[in-house]
């Protein structure tokens, strides 16, 4: 799942970032109102977390304008605002859950949890992703193979969920490295291919239809036949 972090505190924003990448979300970022506009109305993001002290404009405001231009992502508010008022300000005007600062990540993650479980029917069924008998459920990162769950790291969570997304087309090395470690290419480098090795010995383990298959030379796809 994809996330907006809306934070103008480099440090916050850089240990959101971080946390929430080893949860196995992707994280998109931005420092100000404007450029967190941008991102939120491109419609990619399952959840937006918005600081309200932003340098350019109230995040309330930010969260106001995006909801009126259609925006329907659950919305976690960050502030350091502590009031009763200004917590029932937040969620009245367009915010879904409240976390004062300073937050612990482990309540944060789950509070975005709890959000992502509460969305919409459809975009409950948009956090499921199935390739013939193998599902992954995007929020509770859980995945079963049949009837079988399986044991992931958040990475191997992580490029699972990317092969799920590209189901049927060959994704490179290159490919693998920017969307799930956020890295660029490196020749010497045999993360992917041992992060492979490993989830393939758990997904495709006794298994009579084996699902992720080597391109020999170009990468790897996640197919059924």
């Known amino acids: 799942m994809r996330l907006l972090v809306v934070e103008d505190d480099l440090e916050i924003q850089d240990f959101l970032r971080r946390g929430l990448t080893e949860a196995g979300y992707e994280v998109d970022a931005a420092a100000d109102a404007a450029s967190g506009e941008n991102l939120a109305l491109e419609g990619?993001?399952?959840?937006?977390?918005?600081?309200?002290?932003?340098?350019?404009?109230?995040g309330l405001e930010l969260i106001a304008r995006c909801r009126a231009q259609g925006s329907q992502a659950p919305v976690l508010i960050l502030s350091a605002r502590r009031s009763v008022d200004e917590r029932v300000r937040g969620l009245e005007q367009g915010g879904d859950d409240y976390l004062t600062k300073p937050f612990a990540l482990a309540e944060l993650l789950a509070r975005l949890r709890?959000?992502?479980?509460?969305?919409?029917?459809?975009?409950?069924?948009s956090a499921r992703l199935r390739v013939a008998d193998l599902e992954l459920d995007l929020v509770r990162r859980e995945a079963h193979r049949g009837k079988r769950e399986l044991q992931l790291t958040s990475q191997e969570f992580a490029l699972l969920e990317y092969l799920c997304r590209n189901a049927g087309?060959?994704?490179?090395?290159?490919?693998?490295?920017?969307?799930?470690?956020?890295?660029?290419?490196?020749?010497?480098?045999?993360?992917?291919?041992?992060?492979?090795?490993?989830?393939?010995?758990?997904?495709?383990?006794?298994?009579?239809?084996?699902?992720?298959?080597?391109?020999?030379?170009?990468?790897y796809v996640l197919k059924t036949s």
């Open 44 to 58: 990619i993001h399952d959840a937006l977390i918005i600081d309200l002290g932003l340098p350019d404009r109230d």
């Open 114 to 125: 709890n959000l992502l479980r509460r969305s919409s029917p459809a975009q409950q069924e």
């Open 169 to 219: 087309r060959v994704v490179t090395r290159t490919m693998i490295l920017d969307h799930v470690w956020r890295m660029r290419f490196d020749p010497a480098t045999n993360v992917v291919d041992v992060h492979i090795y490993r989830l393939r010995s758990k997904v495709d383990h006794e298994a009579k239809q084996p699902l992720i298959q080597t391109i020999r030379g170009v990468g």
